[in-house]
């Protein structure tokens, strides 16, 4: 049975940096993201890779300020957060697929495991 597990969530003030991570267990994970949830709001699509970390995609709001890496060999996946605005506050979310090898989805339904999430604040 997979599992995912998230860390590095907090609290920071706009401007800032945190750096979230995720540790994969249990299985054979290809394509690996990061989506986040705001209260009242649809979890969207933040960050994710490829299998081979070759291929990437962010979404629009984070473009420039935010960079997904994975290390295979310790079965990680991070997402480094910079300039942090107030609208970044949401809980984040680790997302892994057991099956899409080359490409990198962007949307829910596509993700075979998630993590329990992570809370992230970033006051102004």
């Known amino acids: 049975q997979g599992q995912l597990v998230e860390s590095g969530g907090g609290s920071v003030q706009a401007g800032g940096s945190l750096r979230l991570s995720c540790a994969t267990s249990?299985?054979?994970?290809?394509?690996k993201a990061w989506f986040r949830q705001a209260p009242g709001k649809e979890r969207e699509f933040v960050a994710g890779?490829?299998?081979?970390?070759?291929?990437?995609h962010y979404a629009e709001a984070v473009k420039g300020r935010f960079t997904i890496s994975r290390d295979n060999a310790k079965n990680t996946v991070a997402l480094q957060m910079n300039s942090l605005k107030p609208e970044d506050t949401a809980v984040y979310y680790c997302?892994?697929?057991?099956?899409?090898?080359?490409?990198?989805?962007?949307?829910?339904?596509?993700?075979?495991?998630w993590g329990q999430g992570t809370q992230v604040t970033v006051s102004s």
């Open positions: 997302a892994a697929d057991m099956n899409q090898r080359l490409v990198v989805p962007t949307i829910i339904r596509a993700y075979d495991y």
């Open positions: 249990g299985r054979t994970f290809y394509a």
């Open positions: 890779i490829s299998w081979t970390g070759g291929t990437t």
